[in-house]
């Protein structure tokens, strides 16, 4: 299910959250990069119905978003992991599951509940399915969240940095799940954690103030911070020009890896980049004027 | 029938609770006052005051927190099912829970000879249903202008409490009239009775009918933080 979007606009007040985004999503799995603020959350909700654009124009599936009809043919075929779910704490696992899955229009009895018993297998809650949902560890709510989002097995997912605040193990758990139902669908996976895009997408975007700074393969970003990334052992201060994007500690000194388009000290050598390193050099472009 | 039942337990606790609590408010004020000596027509209209007054303040306090709470609104906004018949769905229980209750206690009172409002049976509904139909609209509509528990509840509280205080006034100037929340019991069923239930039950209707029109911007109902 292809998203094309252009010239998408959002304001809020004075404040313009999206200002001409011009984007095209693929199916499979595609990661969203921005730092806080860049305007991902507002994209999202756009994608989701959740907010209408001040201008531009949206098409999921060829749905166009500015018309009714259109909102509601993408919310069937839509699963939805807002950044901050809230889970209604009087529920059981399956109660919620079934809630959502009537609200979905799944209103077959039988097909639905075999429908949410597969998906907690899948997301591994089967064991606490009867449990309130009070008390869950965020990687559980966030788990009860995509096992929601799947409900009604829909050809686009939206998650919304569904990885912040988990614990390394959990985050892994997330991201392969992600991977793994992608398989037959398009996962818009919004996030501002580079690894999480490293580890499951091919295609991504990248987003600054409001704007998308570059869209293409995930290597194409890594080939933004080709020579201009270096590597410099110092038992002194970390280098005053460029970025420094990591500092180990070792005995003869500190490792710093800087990104900066000149050669930070005369000790520095070039190293290939990561995709960290990569994401900070468009960063750094982005926030040049003009 | 499922989905019914989920919406009654997401209305909450508060806001089905609240037609009970106001009948159990006006039961134990009217046991007060004949605890404290007072005539039977003194506590008949105390009955009558809790049929009017305390029921459609119950419902409308209900309305808010059924419009205004919900910690899944975001998702709930990217469902197929559209959100404000969603919300109808739970103000639906509500208001059929206080108009229930409503019902209940006017048979009561009529059957115990302690009813001192209208004698026919659609204007004795129309006691509470009008006020009703007037606060819970004022309600949903500050709660959807305003995005805010406190702003809806503070409005319908001292809308309330206005009418309350300035009863005799509100009741007797020709403006006003209309409008009073509280005619039957102040003011009896003398002339004008009919306009104002009228004019009350348009007005709710009115309201409702904007705040439904206003819901048709979804974002409408997210709260400045979660915005």
Same mark, same amino acid.
């Given at each position: 299910m292809d998203i094309k979007i252009s010239g998408l606009r959002r304001r809020f007040g004075r404040v313009e959250?999206?200002?001409?985004?011009?984007?095209?999503?693929?199916?499979?799995?595609?990661?969203?990069?921005?730092?806080?603020?860049?305007?991902k959350t507002t994209l999202m909700r756009i994608l989701a119905g959740v907010l209408a654009p001040t201008g531009g124009r949206v098409t999921v599936g060829g749905h166009d978003l500015a018309t009714r009809a259109g909102r509601l043919a993408v919310r069937r075929r839509l699963g939805y992991l807002p950044q901050d779910l809230g889970l209604y704490p009087d529920l059981t696992t399956r109660e919620f599951l079934d809630y959502i899955g009537l609200l979905k229009g799944l209103d077959d009895d039988a097909a639905r509940r075999r429908q949410i018993g597969e998906l907690l297998d899948m997301v591994g809650l089967a064991d606490v399915a009867g449990r309130r949902l009070k008390g869950f560890s965020g990687g559980m709510r966030r788990r009860v969240g995509i096992a929601q989002?799947?409900?009604?097995?829909?050809?686009?997912?939206?998650?919304?940095?569904?990885?912040?605040?988990?614990?390394?193990?959990?985050?892994?758990?997330?991201?392969?799940?992600?991977a793994h139902i992608a398989g037959h669908r398009t996962v818009l996976l919004s996030t501002h954690i580079v690894e999480d895009v490293a580890q499951t997408c091919q295609e991504a975007a990248v987003m600054a103030a409001g704007r998308v700074v570059f869209t293409g393969p995930v290597t194409g970003i890594v080939d933004r911070a080709r020579g201009v990334t270096w590597e410099i052992v110092t038992q002194g201060p970390p280098p005053a020009a460029g970025v420094v994007v990591s500092a180990v500690g070792g005995p003869d000194g500190t490792r710093y890896r800087v990104v900066s388009p000149v050669r930070p000290d005369p000790a520095a050598v070039p190293v290939q980049p990561s995709l960290e390193e990569g994401y900070v050099a468009l960063m750094r472009e982005a926030a040049v004027p003009g | 029938m499922s989905l019914w039942r989920y919406e009654a337990r997401r209305a909450g606790w508060p806001a089905c609770l609240a037609a009970p609590a106001s009948l159990l408010a006006t039961l134990a004020l009217a046991a007060g006052s004949a605890g404290f000596g007072a005539p039977p027509p003194s506590v008949h209209g105390v009955l009558l005051s809790g049929v009017e007054a305390l029921v459609?303040?119950?419902?409308?306090? /209900?309305?808010?927190?059924?419009?205004?709470?919900?910690?899944?609104?975001?998702? *709930?906004? /990217?469902?197929?099912?559209?959100?404000?018949?969603?919300? /109808?769905?739970r103000l639906g229980i509500v208001a059929g829970s206080g108009a229930a209750l409503a019902v209940l206690l006017t048979a009561v009172l009529r059957l115990t000879g302690s009813?001192?409002?209208?004698?026919?049976? !659609?204007?004795?509904?129309?006691?509470?249903?009008?006020?009703?139909l007037g606060l819970t609209g004022l309600a949903l509509l500050v709660a959807v202008l305003g995005r805010?528990?406190?702003?809806?509840?503070?409005?319908?509280?001292?809308?309330?409490?206005?009418? *309350?205080?300035?009863?005799?006034?509100l009741a007797a100037t020709a403006w006003s009239r209309p409008f009073f929340l509280f005619l039957t019991?102040?003011?009896?069923?003398?002339?004008?009775?009919?306009?104002?239930?009228?004019?009350?039950?348009?007005?709710?209707?009115?309201?409702?009918?904007? /705040? !439904?029109?206003?819901?048709?911007r979804p974002e409408r109902l997210l709260t400045e933080e979660e915005a």
């Open positions: 959250a999206l200002c001409g985004v011009d984007l095209e999503v693929p199916g499979g799995m595609f990661g969203l990069l921005g730092t806080n603020g860049a305007g989002a799947l409900l009604g097995d829909p050809a686009l997912v939206v998650v919304d940095e569904p990885t912040a605040g988990l614990d390394p193990e959990e985050r892994i758990r997330f991201r392969t799940l992600l | 459609p303040l119950a419902a409308a306090m /209900a309305a808010v927190t059924v419009v205004s709470v919900d910690r899944c609104r975001e998702l *709930q906004l /990217a469902l197929p099912a559209r959100y404000p018949g969603t919300l /109808a769905r009813w001192t409002g209208p004698r026919s049976a !659609l204007a004795s509904v129309l006691v509470w249903a009008s006020p009703l805010s528990v406190v702003l809806a509840t503070t409005t319908v509280a001292v809308v309330w409490l206005c009418e *309350q205080l300035f009863a005799p006034v019991s102040r003011a009896g069923v003398a002339d004008g009775w009919g306009t104002n239930r009228a004019v009350l039950a348009a007005c709710g209707v009115l309201f409702i009918a904007t /705040a !439904l029109l206003l819901l048709r």
